[in-house]
């Protein structure tokens, strides 16, 4: 049986504790689990029951999986995540978790073995190949065009925020042969990627086509996190991009919050996104993660860094100082996308300072905040609001920032107006508006027009961006945030 060549990512244990935030210069204690949740009908009793016997479930759970899959793969089950998930839970770098997880690592494992077994059909090794046969298909296919589906089927992973998609999608990535044609990217680097190739492809009959062929050259095995579709020019081109990418024998793997029947709901022109959806359903097997845990919030908080008070700049500069250290910060021009570039107001020792309106009430998307975090690894963000109707737009970018701050692993340092929670109450779903209690005689429609916002894409990012905003000031995260500097800077001193 061919080798598996494991990369053993140390996971840090994380436990269950109090956390701090700022307020007005004081610390104020705050409970994570039970004030950074949303409204829930448990009393915090009952919480820590289920838990406990969440627990004890698991163990049952986990034992038939473990039959299960010894039973249907043979040889195979000392490899592949399911395996190399209950290693992590026995050395404890990693929490029990739930029956929800279990389940999802079920699929993995299951697209694991299809695989392993059918690597070949697949053509998942670049190796397997020499350079001169494929240049020979690639010239026959220009005269004899011919659909070469993968056969297997992909996975589509959706779920609520924090559940652990994204470390169980790395984890099943991270037991893959090393000889395998395969990538992880980020959703919003992806199409930033596509835009760019379809860019340098214009005036070709059929640009997507040839971005297709040169994704699928280099990758058969596609893991895109954090699927989420807001722009109408993606809308429009992922249908005939994947089109192309699964007639050339790509597969899918994606995480996502919502349910393919959900992307870009309420968009424009949505009719002409239908079929992506129903292409999605056809080449890739659909998995819900349904745990209400959210992995994020039992981490452990570090105080200062989410400073709850507007007024507090001062503080937020001393901090900003404190990181820059002898360096003289200075404004900066930094290149984003296809020579673009961004003002940064102040810069210095990989640490940027923006006030909230240079950095979210401009026009600027994911591609200037991608450039912003390959540059600087620290950003300083003065004056957050909470959000409503009157900056939804600002909500939209400052939601689309901490997404890409969280993908590169960078650190924030920001004043507010409220906790996480409290920036985004007056977002909401149609969902939620219309389970929200009618107005009373205090309360006008113009005022509840004013601060509220109904919105469906805004509504579900949210808690995404609230359980983000959570971990990015856990104790935990900001460690091994200064780890990578520190083995950066050991890196740069040794070369």
């Known amino acids: 049986m061919r080798a598996i060549i494991r990369a053993l990512i140390q996971f840090r244990s ?283 919030k039992l981490t452990s908080a570090e105080q200062g860094f989410y400073i709850v008070g507007t007024h507090l700049s001062s503080l937020v500069s001393q901090k900003f100082q404190q990181l820059v250290g002898e360096h003289r910060a200075v404004q900066q021009d930094v290149e984003v996308v296809m020579g673009r570039k961004l003002q940064v107001p102040l810069g210095a020792n990989g640490c940027a300072y923006f006030s909230f309106e240079e950095l979210c009430d401009r026009p600027l998307g994911a591609a200037d905040y991608l450039g912003l975090s390959n540059n600087f690894h620290t950003l300083a963000l003065e004056g957050v609001p909470i959000f409503g109707l009157h900056n939804k737009t600002a909500a939209s970018r400052f939601v689309t920032l901490v997404d890409v701050m969280y993908e590169k692993k960078a650190r924030l340092l920001c004043t507010a107006e409220g906790t996480p929670i409290k920036l985004f109450e007056r977002i909401v779903t149609i969902s939620d508006a219309q389970q929200m209690a009618p107005r009373t005689s205090s309360r006008s429609k113009k005022s509840d027009d004013s601060d509220v916002c109904v919105d469906n894409e805004l509504g579900f990012a949210k808690e995404r961006t609230i359980s983000r905003l959570t971990e990015m000031n856990s104790r935990d995260y900001l460690e091994r945030h200064a780890e990578m500097l520190a083995h950066k800077e050991l890196f740069r001193q040794n070369h």
Request: charged fraction near 25%; charge should be neutral.
């Open 14 to 296: 994380v436990s269950w504790n109090r956390g701090n935030y700022t307020y007005d210069g004081f610390v104020k204690r705050q409970d994570f689990w039970f004030n950074i949740i949303r409204r829930s009908a448990y009393s915090s009793s009952s919480n820590v029951d289920i838990c406990r016997r969440r627990r004890q479930s698991n163990m049952i759970s986990r034992a038939m999986w473990a039959n299960a899959v010894n039973v249907t793969i043979g040889e195979q089950n000392e490899a592949g995540p399911l395996v190399e998930y209950e290693r992590r839970i026995a050395s404890g770098e990693l929490l029990d978790g739930d029956a929800c997880q279990l389940g999802t690592l079920g699929e993995l494992q299951r697209l694991y073995n299809e695989l392993v077994e059918k690597e070949d059909a697949c053509r998942l090794d670049r190796y397997a190949a020499s350079e001169k046969a494929g240049r020979s298909r690639w010239l026959w296919s220009r005269f004899m065009p011919q659909t070469s589906y993968a056969p297997v089927k992909g996975l589509y992973l959706y779920g609520g925020v924090g559940t652990g998609k994204t470390m169980l999608m790395d984890l099943f990535l991270d037991q893959l042969p090393c000889s395998w044609r395969k990538k992880r990217i980020h959703f919003h680097d992806f199409m930033l990627n596509v835009h760019s190739c379809l860019q340098k492809h214009k005036g070709v009959a059929d640009p997507l086509e040839v971005v297709a062929g040169e994704i699928s050259d280099e990758s058969l095995l596609l893991c895109l996190d954090e699927f989420m579709v807001t722009d109408v020019a993606d809308a429009l081109i992922l249908n005939g991009l994947f089109r192309h990418l699964f007639t050339n024998g790509v597969i899918l793997v994606a995480t996502s919050n919502r349910a393919p029947n959900n992307l870009y709901e309420g968009g424009l022109q949505r009719d002409l996104f239908l079929p992506f959806i129903a292409t999605i359903k056809e080449r890739c097997v659909v998995h819900e993660i349904g745990s209400s845990v959210d992995y994020r």
